[in-house]
T-cell receptor, first 116, second 113 residues
Framework: GAVVSQHPSWVICKSGTSVKIECRSLDFQATTMFWYRQFPKQSLMLMAT?????????EQGVEKDKFLINHASLTLSTLTVTSAHPEDSSFYICSARAVRLKETQYFGPGTRLLVL | GENVEQHPSTLSVQEGDSAVIKCTYS??????FPWYKQELGKRPQLIID?????GEKKDQRIAVTLNKTAKHFSLHITETQPEDSAVYFC????????????FGKGTTLSVSS
């Protein structure tokens, strides 16, 4: 149990385009989802926290108008990178937690984004 | 907010030796401390966690200790094997709905045979 999927697993796009990444909890209802970004050989940096049905809370330094997060249901959150630029190229990972699972966060497999 | 420091950044051991990774945290309200193992290009995998009401927890070759007073916790891997080679991250959070994990910078463990 407690499986989180992400789609797509990798994406290449042109500079200036937008990319949407989906994060789904497959066998549990995720009251909260988190989005992280990981640059090569670095740690996971929290971008935002998303609770179902409410606006996401962004970490300092993360542009909310550039990284649009939607958590419309208890099993789906989406991250849209708008007007992507090469510096947005990174590994984006979501995680999900449910109250019944206590504090444990379950991570998706990640999405590798390359902006040309 | 919470800040998690992790040391060392790299650790090389011989197969069969023990490995210890240490982390400190800043927020005394944090009470949940998981450790993740991440292989290249893959998702972090939870290997062990500890809550603040426990001082030590063990699972086969892996153990974690927590010192709440000093605000530090450590990962101990005994009898290391080449397949233990990976990046290990410690993290901290407050055990309540909606609190994110804050990660340390990671330790690259290399186990040579």
């Amino acid at each position: 149990g407690a499986v989180v999927s992400q789609h797509p697993s990798w994406v290449i796009c042109k500079s200036g385009t937008s990319v949407k990444i989906e994060c789904r909890s497959l066998d549990f209802q995720a009251t909260t989802m988190f989005w992280y970004r990981q640059f090569p050989k670095q740690s996971l940096m929290l971008m935002a926290t998303s609770n179902e049905g409410s606006k996401a809370t962004y970490e300092q330094g993360v542009e909310k108008d550039k990284f649009l997060i939607n958590h419309a249901s208890l099993t789906l959150s989406t991250l849209t990178v708008t007007s992507a630029h090469p510096e947005d190229s990174s590994f984006y990972i979501c995680s999900a937690r449910a109250v019944r699972l206590k504090e444990t966060q379950y991570f998706g497999p990640g999405t590798r984004l390359l902006v040309l | 907010g919470e800040n998690v420091e992790q040391h060392p950044s790299t650790l090389s051991v011989q197969e069969g030796d023990s490995a210890v990774i240490k982390c400190t945290y800043s927020d005394s309200a944090s009470n949940y401390f998981p450790w993740y193992k991440q292989e290249l290009g893959k998702r972090p995998q939870l290997i062990i966690d500890i809550r603040s009401n426990v001082g030590e927890k063990k699972d086969q070759r892996i153990a974690v200790t927590l010192n709440k007073t000093a605000k530090h916790f450590s990962l101990h891997i005994t009898e290391t094997q080449p397949e233990d080679s990976a990046v290990y991250f410690c993290a901290a959070s407050i055990s309540q709905a909606g609190t994110a994990l804050i990660f340390g910078k990671g330790t690259t463990l290399s186990v040579s045979s």
